[in-house]
């Protein structure tokens, strides 16, 4: 709760609860000048922002700033109504023709930062009728495109907002003659669970009719409740009907945002409104503050020379996490539950009935293991030594869980023997978040090694309460590589390098190395033709943590890969208001990616904010001035877009389209868009062209990695929203294309 405030409103304060949280209330009548104000109520007539003669501060500023605007003139009282409040009116915006000031303008309150209820009415109870009315509360629209009619005259609405910036705002942006009757503020507790803020943004407009919503949130009580989480919580509508669209609601591994994607590509130049109710809870039962926003989509794409087919129903009933072919030519799909699946793959592409291998199970039963028998396993990686007659198959193994998982519980195995039943665990005590951060994928390099991603413990490399307060390790956040030749002949390997363990990535014999850092939670990655591994990663929510620079450094700071760290020293960043965007990353050895990591002496969150100007992937809670990581691999960093959830990886092979997509890199989005996108590889790695809405490659549900048929070039993706496997088949290019 926040301390005991000053009352500042124009009707004042009173102080409620155990904390002295204050709730605040205020009541504004616009109007003429000439109108007294009904009982309860302030008069506005259009002054600009500045102290008022009763010791509080509110009024007019110019559109989209903070400098004061005089909007006297603008107030008028048409009469002909009971309610004194609706019957006047002050013109936020007013046309060129009409007496009073036609410079547009927004409405502002001094208040404590904090949450608010707030009920704003527009309209005129006069004749006109020429208005189109819209009114946005903080980052929140309460009315969008009112038109009035001889019947309806006013639209009136209800929002809550949370004001971080001492200033309530009202604003018609997007509106034509918007006219304000009255607003009503309530202050409320602090506490509650909210939407911090909207992707589309409000009032967007060109967004992609492919396009996702997803809202970063405030969770001061822990992670969104999932189960809580649906299409009647969370709300899309067309807003000239009201028309709700069919879409899939769901949330991060984290916890921490919410998506929803509808099922079918939204109308071109079409508004809608998403809306968050309190029917939303957080794990703690705390129901979220209503949220609701309007944006309107661009053009429908126009298609092209390349298209897919999707077919449905090739495998189904498992949640399936990755794919891949083995060199006797089937489809191995693992699972969150420890099964690995092995399928014949007919001549169409279709999949034949699998084999279910039990080894990871049955070993995590003989182990012991916590949750057995289920397992998490995702990566996936034949050994190059496999043959069609013994393949051997490489596999990551996790807790089998997404809620306070054990720390130190990954692993790696090999499983080999007929049906794959022998399981020889190789490596040990990996780091694993309280979450889904945990040893994801795998990927045999050029050179034999055995590359894999080992996800961040925390948001944003310092510890946070929504990750269980878990610091960095040091081989978390990381792409890692285990050199096969280096294993000793008594396995497995314990890697667990701190918390009681000892074990030393450095040291000239390690097995398993630290390849890259600041790769905070790569599903994927993978090897292109061209010696490029390129990595895509999830970026942060909103809220998390970034860690201080000390002083003195710690011991870590002389053996940094690039020599002793002089620099920069960086403050805290607490509760970030900021989420990053998602990455694909062109990984080289020995080069940060933007994840700090205390324990191996990087402090500085991605681009950290170098000048005043915008920055590649700036932190905006930096000072201005804060240079980068002197190690971080700008040039290898690629936007793969915000909350993309950018997971799956594969280099498309083949002369399907007559070759328009051969060498291009396949990236699935599990959250925004749930698609995939595709970039144009450039001849010296480079990335470009992100490329989206392409046919067939939309309205997927939940989809997490990709793999391609070597010998037909089929794709195939697994989509954890509905337990299936779905195949990619070149379509038929039509005439002219």
């Given at each position: 709760?926040r301390a ?12 409620v ?7 605040l209330?205020?009541r ?11 009982s ?26 903070t400098?004061?605007?005089?909007l ?12 004194v ?30 949450s608010?209820?707030v ?9 006109a009728?020429?208005?189109t009315?819209?009114l ?12 009035p ?8 609405a209800t929002?809550?907002v949370?004001v ?8 018609p942006r997007?509106g ?9 503020v ?25 396009s ?9 009580a ?34 921490d ?10 109308a071109?130049s ?7 109710t309190?029917?939303?809870r957080?794990?703690a ?8 926003s ?5 053009t ?20 399936f ?10 489809l ?6 420890g ?7 007919n001549a ?6 699998a ?14 293991l ?14 190059p ?26 692993k790696?195995a ?5 049906d ?19 040893t ?6 050029p050179?034999?090694?055995?590359y894999?991603?080992?996800g ?13 307060n ?26 667990r390098?701190e ?14 190395t630290?390849?890259?850092t600041g ?8 090897w292109?033709?061209?010696g490029?591994?390129y990595?895509?990663t999830?970026?942060?929510?909103a ?27 960086v403050p ?23 994840h700090?990591?205390?324990?191996r ?11 005043s100007g915008t ?20 040039a ?21 389209f ?9 990236v699935v ?13 450039g001849?010296t ?7 989206t ?15 391609q ?17 779905t ?11």
């Amino acid at each position: 709760m926040r301390a005991l405030l000053v009352a500042l409103l124009v009707l004042g304060s009173q102080v409620v609860g155990v904390a002295q949280a204050v709730v605040l209330t205020a009541r504004v009548n616009f109007s003429d000048q000439a109108t007294t104000p009904p009982s309860g109520y302030a008069r506005d007539f259009g002054e600009p922002y500045g102290l008022r003669a009763n010791g509080q501060t509110y009024g007019w500023v110019a559109l989209g700033t903070t400098t004061p605007l005089s909007l006297v003139g603008n107030g008028r009282n048409r009469g002909g109504t009971g309610d004194v409040r609706l019957a006047t009116l002050v013109h936020a915006q007013l046309p060129a023709s009409s007496p009073g000031v036609a410079t547009p303008g927004s409405w502002e309150l001094a208040v404590p930062s904090g949450s608010y209820r707030v009920t704003v009415a527009v309209g005129d109870a006069g004749t006109a009728v020429d208005s189109t009315h819209y009114l946005n509360v903080e980052d929140q629209n309460a009315v969008a495109a009112f038109k009035p009619t001889s019947a309806v005259k006013h639209a009136v609405a209800t929002r809550v907002v949370t004001v971080t910036d001492g200033r309530l705002t009202l604003s018609p942006r997007g509106g034509t003659n918007t006219k304000l009757n009255y607003v009503d503020v309530d202050g409320l507790p602090e506490g509650s669970p909210s939407v911090r803020a909207v992707t589309p943004a409000n009032l967007a407009t060109g967004v992609a009719p492919t396009s996702s919503v997803v809202a970063d949130l405030r969770l001061p009580a822990g992670a969104v409740d999932p189960a809580t989480l649906s299409s009647t919580a969370v709300r899309l509508t067309r807003v000239s009907d009201g028309a709700a669209v069919p879409a899939n609601v769901i949330t991060s591994g984290g916890g921490d945002v919410i998506n929803v994607s509808p099922l079918a590509p939204l109308a071109a130049s079409t508004q809608y409104r998403f809306s968050v109710t309190e029917a939303v809870r957080d794990v703690a039962g705390n129901a979220f503050q209503p949220f609701s926003s309007v944006f309107t989509t661009g053009t429908a794409g126009g298609g092209g020379p390349v298209a897919f087919e999707q077919v449905f129903g090739v495998a189904t009933g498992a949640p399936f996490t990755s794919v891949a072919f083995g060199p006797d030519g089937r489809l191995y799909a693992a699972t969150f539950t420890g099964h690995v699946h092995r399928f014949p793959v007919n001549a169409d592409g279709t999949l034949g009935a699998a084999t279910v291998i039990t080894s990871v199970r049955d070993h995590a039963v003989a182990a012991g293991l916590p949750g057995a028998p289920n397992r998490t396993v995702i990566g996936l990686a034949f050994d190059p030594a496999s043959t069609p007659s013994a393949p051997v198959l490489w596999v990551t193994d996790n807790y089998g869980g997404t809620s306070n998982a054990p720390d130190w519980s990954g692993k790696i195995a090999r499983l080999s023997g007929p049906d794959l039943g022998t399981y020889t665990e190789v490596v040990t005590d990996l780091p694993r978040s309280v979450k889904d951060h945990e040893t994801n994928s795998l990927a045999f390099g050029p050179d034999g090694g055995l590359y894999l991603t080992q996800g961040s413990m925390n948001a944003m490399g310092a510890p946070d309460t929504t990750w269980g307060n878990r610091p960095e390790h040091l081989l978390s956040a990381a792409v890692l590589k285990l050199h096969p030749a280096r294993l000793p002949a008594s396995l497995p390997v314990n890697v667990r390098t701190e918390a009681g363990g000892s074990y030393n990535p450095y040291a000239a014999s390690a097995p398993l190395t630290i390849h890259a850092t600041g790769v905070r939670n790569a599903y994927d990655l993978h090897w292109h033709r061209n010696g490029h591994l390129y990595v895509p990663t999830n970026g942060s929510a909103a809220g998390g943590n970034a860690p201080a620079t000390p002083s003195p450094l710690p011991a870590s700071c002389a053996s940094r890969p690039d020599g002793p760290y002089t620099g920069p020293a960086v403050p805290a960043v607490t509760n970030n208001p900021q989420a990053e965007t998602d990455y694909v990353f062109d990984v080289k050895p020995g080069r940060y990616y933007g994840h700090p990591a205390p324990v191996r002496c990087e402090w500085v969150l991605a681009g950290g904010n170098p000048t005043s100007g915008t920055d590649p992937f700036q932190t905006d809670a930096y000072p201005v001035g804060t240079a980068p990581d002197r190690n971080l691999d700008l040039a290898g960093t690629y936007d793969a877009g915000l909350h993309a959830s950018a997971n799956g990886v594969v280099e498309y092979r083949g002369t399907a389209f007559g070759g328009r997509l051969d060498g291009r890199l396949l990236v699935v989005r599990y959250s925004s868009g749930q698609d995939i996108q595709y970039f144009d590889v450039g001849p010296t790695g480079a990335l470009s062209n992100r490329t989206t809405g392409t046919p067939g490659m939309t309205g997927f549900n939940q989809p997490l990695d990709i793999a391609q048929s070597p010998a037909t070039g089929h794709l195939y993706v697994t989509e954890l929203g509905a337990n299936r496997i779905t195949l990619l088949r070149p379509a038929p290019v039509t005439a002219g294309g």
